[in-house]
């Protein structure tokens, strides 16, 4: 590993996190769900495929432009979920309150969780708490249990060449939004967080394609670029035309300002999906029609190579998209 001690990146979605999965975890517990290291765990129980998937919660600031960290765990889980093609079932809720947290704040965070996880239709079965001392504010922890739909089947393995990559929205919006919230950079956002539930858009996608959908992820931590490197496998590239990826003025402003990349730049609102080539004008047609997804769009392709995520810049020039070490900036999921 890249350090003997735990460091705030190993926590990052980056080369650091890949590391202590790979070499901590797996090891450990070595299944064949576990092993594909998808959003979720995919079993199947009596002929029926479920998704089990679990995630903590940790942002600084608790509440940010267009959310909180209960909207956000929310969306986190029901997202791991629907990128398994797993209709939300049930989900459990985990919080770890700091002593002086005001009750006030606790409400109306709960209350978004309770709400969005009732906007797709799940219920909160089980529950607990714990009060700590410190400055963590609150930290949650979700999971989730997803019933697979029969029509889809998704996973990296199905990626070939010539598929279409398609991004369901801007990029970068959340993590650019948080950043900026914490208020330690002289810059306010003009823009809200992506965070959202992506089940409604998904599923017509996955109903009416089908097996055309080869992979879906949602580029959380390390963002667009981290998915494609964690998709990509030897004999294939994934070639990203930088110029078609959505973003807003306001998130490549601010980018720049900042000298971040949003490419790497959190979203808790976005699929990033992998469509066989002559679906994908119906696949952003459908997206299209969901006001989550009018900004979908196809952003790059899959060919012969080496497994290297490549970008094509605006310029017309080549470079090579890596997956970083550690995030560009902590605490942002």
Known sequence: MVSDAIRMGHGSGGRLSAELVREV?????????INALGDAGVFTLDGKRFALTTDSFTVRPIFFPGGNIGKLAACGMINDLAVSGA??????????????????????????????ARGVGAQ????????IEGQAGLLINTTGLGQVLDCTELGPGRITEGDTIIVTGTVGDHGLAVLLARGELGISASFPSDCAPLW?????????????V????????????????????????FVLDEALVPLLPAVESASEMLGLD?????CEGRAVLFV??????????I?????????????GRVVAGEGLVIGVTRTGGKRVLDMLVEDQYPRIC
């Open 25 to 33: 975890f797996l090891p450990l517990f070595n299944n064949p769900a």
């Open 87 to 116: 209709r939300p079932i049930f989900l459990s809720a985990g919080f770890i309150l700091e002593e002086g947290l005001a009750l006030e704040d606790l409400r109306a965070i709960a209350g978004s969780l309770a709400q969005e």
């Open 124 to 131: 909160l079965v089980a529950g607990d708490t714990k009060v």
């Open 200 to 212: 409604e858009l998904l599923e017509p996608l996955y109903q009416g394609l089908g097996a055309a």
């Open 214 to 237: 080869k992979f879906a992820r949602d580029p959380t931590r390390g963002g667009l670029v981290t998915v494609l490197n964690e998709a990509v496998r030897p004999g294939l590239d």
């Open 262 to 266: 949003p490419l790497y730049a959190a």
């Open 276 to 285: 066989a080539p002559d679906k994908a004008e119906e696949a952003i047609s």
């Open 287 to 299: 997206l299209n029609a969901h006001p989550l997804g009018r900004a979908a769009a196809a952003i």
